[in-house]
T-cell receptor, first 113, second 113 residues
C-alpha cells in the first residue's frame, strides 16, 4: 500500500460525458501528479500540482483539467469523453515539488463506450 | 516519438535464472534513470535508479547497468523468483523533477517454475 488513494477504481461511461477522478496523496505529501496509461503505452505525464498550485503540464488535453484543494486532495476532470480516452489514470504523490521518488496509487480504470 | 523504448513487450524466464530487461532512450540530455515494477491492480512502485554519472547500481538481486554511449540501460534480476513476475517500466528524466520523467511502455516479465 503506497498510501495514495484513488477513487473510483473502475468507471464506465458514454462518449460525450464528463467524469471526475479523485486522488488523496500520502500523508504529508504536497505534490500530486496525474498520469495516463493507454493500452500498450507507457505512463504519460498529464499534470502536476504542488500545494494547490499547478507546477507542470504534460500531454494533457484541453478537455481535461485538474485541481488540488486546500486539504491537498486532487481531482482530474475529463469532459466530452471520447473512446480514445479509455485508459488507466494514475495519481502519484511526493513530498516536494522536485525529486524523482513518487508514490503511485492503484489507478482508476476508465472505459468510454 | 518515443524517447524511452522498451522493445520487448514480454519476457519469460525460468525461476533461478537471470532476467535481463532492456531499455533504449533517444534523448542525450537524460541524466537520471529509473525502473518501476507494477503488479496487476496496483500502481507502479519504485525499484531502482541510476544517475548518469554511474554505469552500474546494485540493490540486492537487482542491478541496473547504464551504457551512455549506446543510450541503453538494462535491469538484471538474479536469481529470478516467482514474485518478480510483473510489468517493469523503464523511465528517464532530465533533471530531478518527477514531472519530467518519461516512461517506457513496459515489459511483462513472467517467471516460470
Amino acid at each position: 500500500d503506497s498510501g495514495v488513494t484513488q477513487t473510483p477504481k473502475h468507471l464506465i461511461t458514454a462518449t460525450g460525458q464528463r467524469v471526475t477522478l479523485r486522488c488523496s496523496p500520502r500523508s504529508g505529501d504536497l505534490s500530486v501528479y496525474w498520469y495516463q496509461q493507454s493500452l500498450d503505452q507507457g505512463l504519460q505525464f498529464l499534470i502536476q500540482y504542488y500545494n494547490g498550485e499547478e507546477r507542470a503540464k504534460g500531454n494533457i488535453l484541453e478537455r481535461f483539467s485538474a485541481q488540488q484543494f486546500p486539504d491537498l486532495h486532487s481531482e482530474l476532470n475529463l469532459s466530452s469523453l471520447e473512446l480514445g480516452d479509455s485508459a488507466l489514470y494514475f495519481c502519484a504523490s511526493s513530498v516536494s515539488q522536485g525529486g524523482n521518488t513518487i508514490y503511485f496509487g492503484e489507478g482508476s480504470w476508465l472505459t468510454v463506450v | 516519438d518515443q524517447q524511452v523504448k522498451q522493445n520487448s513487450p514480454s519476457l519469460s524466464v525460468q525461476e533461478g535464472r537471470i532476467s535481463i530487461l532492456n531499455c533504449d532512450y533517444t534523448n542525450s540530455m537524460f541524466d537520471y534513470f529509473l525502473w518501476y515494477k507494477k503488479y496487476p491492480a496496483e500502481g507502479p512502485t519504485f525499484l531502482i535508479s541510476i544517475s548518469s554519472i554511474k554505469d552500474k547500481n546494485e540493490d540486492g538481486r537487482f542491478t541496473v547497468f547504464l551504457n551512455k554511449s549506446a543510450k541503453h540501460l538494462s535491469l538484471h534480476i538474479v536469481p529470478s523468483q516467482p514474485g518478480d513476475s510483473a510489468v517493469y517500466f523503464c523511465a528517464a528524466s532530465e533533471g530531478s523533477s518527477a514531472s519530467k520523467i518519461i516512461f517506457g511502455s513496459g515489459t511483462r516479465l513472467s517467471i516460470r517454475p
